[in-house]
T-cell receptor, first 118, second 112 residues
Framework: DTAVSQTPKYLVTQMGNDKSIKCEQN?????MYWYKQDSKKFLKIMFS???????INETVPNRFSPKSPDKAHLNLHINSLELGDSAVYFC?????????????????FGPGTRLLVL | RKEVEQDPGPFNVPEGATVAFNCTYS??????FFWYRQDCRKEPKLLMS???SGNEDGRFTAQLNRASQYISLLIRDSKLSDSATYLC?????????????FGAGTQVVVTP
């Protein structure tokens, strides 16, 4: 029944390590996103893929590399983890309006991955 | 100036009372507006979209004021289960591929 799922839910790791977070959605959506929510609770978009194509790439260190093997999956790999990477990472998905239509697409969020870098 | 600003609260509300709060946005060309709700240690979930004419969903009423660039949320007859952080969300422009801008949230605490 889970619509957007993420693994792992919790990730505690040492500085300098490389880690991956996986996301899957079973809603039939064509667009997926990665957000970072820091300790001040701001949700900031990092990346978005539409039909496996990267369409949003915010100012994010290139230690972060997203990969979308298919429309239903969007993974996030982080190299050389730093203390400042500690945050909650949310995956989301939506069915995106075409450019010709005005439609307010809803984004559905996964449960989040709590990353703590020590 | 932040793109989406909210009073962080907390708004302490007795059960059954009404609470209202606003959110301001900086981009006058913004097209779509939403309120999301985020419970403690959970993911954000869409509460309601905000339409130009204002809209109501049960006890929740959302308003948009384009001239002053703010949206509001009013909760009537507050329930304990309404305790959450309410995130104001703005989509900057048409075709911006779902690039939503989130406020930091307004915390509401409903007390018995």
């Amino acid at each position: 029944d889970t619509a957007v799922s993420q693994t792992p839910k919790y990730l505690v790791t040492q500085m300098g390590n490389d880690k991956s977070i996986k996301c899957e959605q079973n809603l039939g959506h064509d667009t997926m996103y990665w957000y970072k929510q820091d300790s001040k609770k701001f949700l900031k978009i990092m990346f978005s893929y539409n039909n496996k194509e990267l369409i949003i790439n915010e100012t994010v260190p290139n230690r972060f590399s997203p990969k979308s093997p298919d429309k239903a999956h969007l993974n996030l790999h982080i190299n050389s983890l730093e203390l400042g990477d500690s945050a909650v990472y949310f995956c989301a998905s939506s069915l995106t309006a075409s450019a010709a239509k005005i439609r307010q697409e809803t984004q559905y969020f996964g449960p989040g991955t709590r990353l703590l870098v020590l | 100036r932040k793109e989406v600003e909210q009073d962080p609260g907390p708004f302490n509300v007795p059960e059954g009372a009404t609470v209202a709060f606003n959110c301001t946005y900086s981009n006058s060309a913004s097209q779509s507006f939403f309120w999301y709700r985020q419970d403690c240690r959970k993911e954000p979930k869409l509460l309601m979209s905000v339409y130009s004419s204002g809209n109501e969903d049960g006890r929740f009423t959302a308003q948009l004021n384009r001239a002053s660039q703010y949206i509001s949320l009013l909760i009537r007859d507050s329930k304990l289960s309404d305790s959450a952080t309410y995130l104001c969300v703005v989509k900057p422009r048409l075709g911006s591929w779902g690039k939503l801008q989130f406020g930091a949230g307004t915390q509401v605490v409903v007390t018995p």
